[in-house]
């Protein structure tokens, strides 16, 4: 195959979310074809965002800017802040056009089995800015897994003192699922979120 130079390249790109040994291979393989156009670009890029992009001490954002470029955009509406575990989602949020507000990445969910307690979460800016004032709603879009429920219940505790509106997003049957291959805890969770129509 190609010398220890090449053998790293695939082993590192077989780390990445979504490729595996054989399609790291493939890549490197089209990569190594057109060094030029390819992989100079690439490795460019990743020099870049590596020296730049940091988290936002505000919202928790990925960003070359501190505060983001979210947190910094005025026509945003300032009163709503939608909390999520990591940027991934803020990314699919944001992706999706469906929030126009702010952000909070927690950077993850409360899990006793994996030593995750309140104080391994980004609590304290999303507290600084409750305590700031101007915030009138919180949106916390969690996962709907145990500890997803478990994190939104003990915030939901944490943040009634404060008067704001909490709301979550809602789950259930998601557009084009069928009924018969849903699991049960998807159906009863559409049920009791069920609305007029």
Same mark, same amino acid.
């Given at each position: 195959? @190609?010398? %220890?130079?090449?053998?790293?390249?695939?082993?590192?790109?077989?780390?990445?979310?979504?490729?595996?040994?054989?399609?790291?291979?493939?890549?490197?393989?089209?990569? #190594?074809?057109?060094?030029?156009?390819?992989?100079?670009?690439?490795?460019?890029?990743?020099?870049?965002?590596?020296?730049?992009?940091?988290?936002?001490?505000?919202?928790?954002?990925?960003?070359?800017?501190?505060?983001?470029?979210?947190?910094?955009?005025?026509?945003?509406?300032?009163?709503? !802040?939608? =909390? =999520?575990?990591?940027?991934?989602?803020?990314?699919?949020?944001?992706?999706?056009?469906?929030?126009?507000?702010?952000?909070?990445?927690?950077?993850?969910?409360?899990?006793?089995?994996?030593?995750?307690?309140?104080?391994?979460?980004?609590?304290?800016?999303?507290?600084?800015?409750?305590?700031?004032?101007?915030?009138?709603?919180? !949106? #916390?879009? #969690?996962?709907?897994?145990?500890?997803?429920?478990?994190?939104?219940?003990?915030?939901?505790?944490?943040?009634? %003192?404060?008067?704001?509106?909490?709301?979550?997003?809602?789950?259930? =049957?998601?557009? @084009?699922?069928? #009924?018969?291959?849903?699991?049960?805890?998807?159906?009863?969770?559409?049920?009791?979120?069920?609305?007029?129509?």
């Amino acid at each position: 195959m @190609g010398g %220890p130079e090449v053998t790293r390249l695939i082993a590192l790109l077989a780390k990445l979310p979504g490729f595996g040994p054989r399609s790291a291979r493939r890549a490197a393989l089209k990569m #190594l074809q057109a060094p030029e156009t390819r992989m100079l670009p690439l490795a460019n890029a990743l020099a870049d965002a590596a020296r730049s992009v940091r988290a936002c001490s505000e919202c928790g954002n990925l960003d070359s800017q501190d505060p983001c470029t979210i947190c910094t955009d005025r026509q945003r509406d300032r009163s709503i !802040i939608c =909390v =999520v575990e990591g940027v991934g989602d803020l990314w699919a949020l944001e992706r999706a056009h469906v929030h126009r507000g702010l952000y909070h990445v927690l950077g993850g969910t409360l899990s006793p089995l994996a030593g995750t307690g309140p104080e391994d979460l980004n609590l304290t800016p999303l507290l600084a800015r409750i305590e700031a004032g101007g915030i009138s709603e919180i !949106i #916390l879009a #969690l996962g709907a897994t145990v500890e997803g429920a478990t994190t939104m219940h003990w915030l939901t505790d944490r943040l009634k %003192p404060h008067a704001l509106q909490i709301t979550r997003v809602a789950q259930g =049957v998601p557009m @084009g699922g069928a #009924l018969d291959i849903l699991d049960d805890g998807t159906l009863a969770a559409a049920l009791r979120s069920r609305r007029a129509v």
